[in-house]
């Protein structure tokens, strides 16, 4: 169900590219929480560019830490695996960023919130919206 309802807000975000307005669809505005070895994941698909921009902040633990990814769907499979994988986003460990990434091409893709590393469980405050690429 949530990946029909990106797909219908990237239609949206593609429209808005079209009419040459440069409005912003949420993607992520919530406090979640991500289990000790544990991922939460959202997928989304790009028309042909796209900008993903967000923040967020982590607490739980002594690090109060989390890892943010955006890679494409198919190395979200890999990622998952186990495997060594391309991102255009890797926040690596830290407890709150701010992040801009253009994605210029047509595409699945995912933003993973990572605990894998962690022991505990992270409770995270996102805001991450989806923006037409300004050309």
Known sequence: MKNIIVTILLSAVLALTVTGQTRSVSLINETFTVDAGHARSW?????NCINISGAFRAQ?????DIKVLVMEALDFENWKNGQTVQ????????????FSVNLNKAEDFVIVFSNTAGFVQRSVSASVSLYPCRR
């Open 60 to 64: 739980g633990g002594n690090q109060n």
């Open 43 to 47: 997928s989304f698909k790009s028309p």
């Open 87 to 98: 991102t255009y986003y890797n926040s690596g460990q830290i407890t709150t960023a701010k």
